[in-house]
T-cell receptor, first 114, second 116 residues
Framework: AQKITQTQPGMFVQEKEAVTLDCTYDTSDPSYGLFWYKQPSSGEMIFLIYQGSYDQQNATEGRYSLNFQKARKSANLVISASQLGDSAMYFCAMREGAGNQFYFGTGTSLTVIP | DTGVSQDPRHKITKRGQNVTFRCDPI?????LYWYRQTLGQGPEFLTY????????KSRLLSDRFSAERPKGSFSTLEIQRTEQGDSAMYLC??????????????FGPGTRLTVL
């Protein structure tokens, strides 16, 4: 089974609107971390936001927030007030317990329309 | 604050040649990771170091691949006898691991390898 599933290959959003990128995960370990990264066309992976499995509140970082629904095993990224510079690939990733590797999803391509 | 750097950014080689990539992590980071990313996919874990010790290697890492981190600072990834299937983006990441940290990985710009 896939550890991380991103079901939206491509998404479009109007500039200044909010958009939600979906991510579901699969683990039996009670301790894990969830991460979102942005990859522009230049190729560099840029860390956006982190959510720990024991965190009581949803993580927020500026215009990014993580909608963490533990029972559903989902960790959706919400980008508010989209900007043209948000156009990129977005990857959800998970680290299980004290494990040392990240499992990445296949990514979602976001295009912001002026 | 200097981020993770990788060299070269692009490498074109002929099948059968050897190539070596270098990664310089963020200076206070004790963990260093190598990933491979092909078109349309997320990064796939290859190997990682804690300080100078290579602690884990993926099944993806064939005998033709070797990685070193001799002094616990920069790392090199060598591919011997390259094949066309080795064409990919090779990403390096580093993190500052502490028992209580999130162990967030910060990535370099990658080295894009093309094997002709």
């Amino acid at each position: 089974a896939q550890k991380i599933t991103q079901t939206q290959p491509g998404m479009f959003v109007q500039e200044k609107e909010a958009v939600t990128l979906d991510c579901t995960y699969d683990t039996s370990d009670p301790s894990y971390g969830l991460f979102w990264y942005k990859q522009p066309s230049s190729g560099e992976m840029i860390f956006l936001i982190y959510q720990g499995s024991y965190d009581q509140q949803n993580a927020t970082e500026g215009r990014y927030s993580l909608n963490f629904q533990k029972a559903r095993k989902s960790a959706n990224l919400v980008i508010s007030a989209s900007q043209l510079g948000d156009s990129a690939m977005y990857f959800c990733a998970m680290r299980e317990g004290a494990g040392n590797q990240f499992y990445f999803g296949t990514g979602t391509s976001l295009t912001v329309i002026p | 604050d200097t981020g993770v750097s990788q060299d070269p950014r692009h490498k074109i080689t002929k099948r059968g040649q050897n190539v070596t990539f270098r990664c310089d992590p963020i200076s206070e980071h004790n963990r260093l990771y190598w990933y491979r990313q092909t078109l349309g996919q997320g990064p796939e874990f290859l190997t990682y170091f804690q300080n100078e010790a290579q602690l884990e290697k993926s099944r993806l890492l064939s005998d033709r691949f070797s990685a070193e981190r001799p002094k616990g600072s920069f790392s090199t990834l060598e591919i011997q006898r390259t094949e066309q299937g080795d064409s990919a983006m090779y990403l390096c990441a580093s993190s500052k691991w502490l028992r209580t940290s999130t162990d967030t990985q910060y990535f370099g710009p990658g080295t894009r390898l093309t094997v002709l």
